[in-house]
Every structure is written in structure tokens, then in C-alpha cells.
């Protein structure tokens, strides 16, 4: 017959001196069992002979309610708390790390919902206001319009007219700030394919205008 350690009196006794539902650790021997039996129906505050333990979630130290309880949670609030922030790390660990925002090219926080494809209010509002700008001129419908990001990693942020290099934090208005141009000018039938567009510098496209000449078009 093995033995025990009381975790009320600190005592090393046999196995038999301990209830059957108590031969675990942190159970009290018989005696100590009938002690606290006797002072739990007599109303005595039995809080004074649980040790303190801390809050896995907030740290506070907290005495649970019950003597031999497993709880490691000072509140329900922080149980909750606890769960939600475990439910949220191994959500955002299954969400893949190489997603690039479809306007800018940079990559997209692991945080973002899985089917965010932006990576600001002002990546996605510049982004629409490209689509409806390049279906108005062309009066096409079903044209992809978020090509910002692919055409400057495929041109590899370089004008397709001077051959200069495209600054990626510029914006609009600044004339070198980057600019999407149809080789093909549309009033002279040109498209929103990705072959008919190309980075350019606003202020080298402005230039251009609408003239229509032997360039080369862009290769996917």
C-alpha cells in the first residue's frame, strides 16, 4: 500500500487513511476531510486555508472557491478572455504569410481576414477609383481592375517610357509618383489588358498624352 501527502495538514499517510475520491494529489487525508465536512455545515469561512494561486490570463492572485478545484481562471471574464485569445493566435497561425496587397504590392499584416486582399482603407478605395476609372475610358465590363500591384512587380518599378525608376511612396499629385499607361491609347482602340498596360511616371504619361507610337508592348 503506497502513500499520501495530506494538502491540508502536510502529513505523509497510507493510502487507506484517504478516501477513494481523494487518492489523487491535492487530496485531504479522513481526518482532514471530516474537519472541513464539519466546519463547511457550520458556516465557518473555509477561504482562510486555500492557499492563493495566480490567474493564468490577468496574473491577479485569486483563492477559488473550492478547496480542491482545478480552476485556473480568477473570474469567468478572464476564462472567456483566455479562450477568445487562444481561439484568435491559432486562427491567425492557419492564415498564409505571403499575401500581398492587390493595389500596393506590400505584404498584407497575418492579422487581416483570410480574404482581405488589401492592406488599407486607402489601398481599397484607390483601388476601386482605378477600376471605375479604367472601365469608364474603355467602357468595358468584366476587366479585372485591381492591377496596380502586378504590373509595377512585372515592369519591376520602372517607367515604361523613360526608363527611370518609379518611387513607391510617392502619391498622387506628384508628378513622379507611379501612374498605370495604355500603350495602345484608348481613343485608338486600346484595352485594359495587362499587355496593353504598363508603370509609368504621371508626369511621363501626362507628357505622352494620347499619341500613338511604335513602342513595344508589355510582356506578361
Same mark, same amino acid.
Given at each position: 500500500?503506497?502513500?499520501?501527502?495530506?494538502?491540508?495538514?502536510?502529513?505523509?499517510?497510507?493510502?487507506?487513511?484517504? &478516501?477513494?475520491?481523494?487518492?489523487?494529489?491535492?487530496?485531504?487525508?479522513?481526518?482532514?476531510?471530516?474537519?472541513?465536512?464539519?466546519?463547511?455545515?457550520?458556516?465557518?469561512?473555509? &477561504?482562510?486555508?486555500?492557499?492563493?494561486?495566480?490567474?493564468?490570463?490577468?496574473?491577479?492572485?485569486?483563492?477559488?472557491?473550492?478547496?480542491?478545484?482545478?480552476?485556473?481562471?480568477?473570474?469567468?471574464?478572464?476564462?472567456?478572455?483566455?479562450?477568445?485569445?487562444?481561439? +484568435?493566435?491559432?486562427?491567425? +497561425?492557419?492564415?498564409?504569410?505571403?499575401?500581398?496587397?492587390?493595389?500596393?504590392?506590400?505584404?498584407?499584416?497575418?492579422?487581416?481576414?483570410?480574404?482581405?486582399?488589401?492592406?488599407? +482603407?486607402?489601398?481599397?478605395?484607390?483601388?476601386? +477609383?482605378?477600376?471605375?476609372?479604367?472601365?469608364? &475610358?474603355?467602357?468595358?465590363?468584366?476587366?479585372?481592375?485591381?492591377?496596380?500591384?502586378?504590373?509595377?512587380?512585372?515592369?519591376?518599378?520602372?517607367?515604361?517610357?523613360?526608363?527611370?525608376?518609379?518611387?513607391?511612396?510617392?502619391?498622387?499629385?506628384?508628378?513622379?509618383?507611379?501612374?498605370?499607361?495604355?500603350?495602345?491609347?484608348?481613343?485608338?482602340?486600346?484595352?485594359?489588358?495587362?499587355?496593353?498596360?504598363?508603370?509609368?511616371?504621371?508626369?511621363?504619361?501626362?507628357?505622352?498624352?494620347?499619341?500613338?507610337?511604335?513602342?513595344?508592348?508589355?510582356?506578361?
Amino acid at each position: 500500500m503506497g502513500e499520501r501527502q495530506c494538502s491540508r495538514c502536510g502529513e505523509t499517510k497510507p493510502e487507506d487513511e484517504f &478516501r477513494p475520491s481523494m487518492r489523487r494529489p491535492g487530496g485531504y487525508c479522513r481526518t482532514c476531510m471530516q474537519e472541513y465536512n464539519r466546519k463547511y455545515w457550520a458556516g465557518e469561512d473555509l &477561504r482562510d486555508h486555500i492557499p492563493e494561486r495566480p490567474c493564468q490570463h490577468c496574473g491577479k492572485p485569486y483563492i477559488p472557491v473550492r478547496p480542491l478545484s482545478k480552476a485556473a481562471y480568477c473570474s469567468r471574464a478572464c476564462k472567456d478572455a483566455a479562450r477568445n485569445t487562444a481561439w +484568435a493566435v491559432a486562427n491567425q +497561425a492557419k492564415k498564409p504569410t505571403n499575401r500581398i496587397c492587390m493595389h500596393c504590392g506590400e505584404q498584407l499584416p497575418q492579422r487581416m481576414r483570410s480574404d482581405a486582399i488589401f492592406c488599407s +482603407a486607402e489601398c481599397n478605395y484607390h483601388a476601386h +477609383a482605378l477600376q471605375r476609372k479604367l472601365r469608364a &475610358r474603355t467602357g468595358e465590363e468584366g476587366k479585372p481592375g485591381y492591377l496596380r500591384a502586378f504590373i509595377c512587380d512585372r515592369d519591376r518599378w520602372r517607367c515604361g517610357i523613360c526608363g527611370k525608376s518609379v518611387s513607391k511612396t510617392r502619391i498622387h499629385p506628384d508628378p513622379l509618383c507611379a501612374s498605370l499607361d495604355h500603350v495602345t491609347p484608348v481613343s485608338q482602340g486600346g484595352t485594359n489588358d495587362l499587355w496593353n498596360l504598363r508603370l509609368t511616371h504621371l508626369r511621363c504619361n501626362l507628357v505622352r498624352g494620347n499619341r500613338g507610337d511604335e513602342e513595344q508592348l508589355a510582356m506578361l
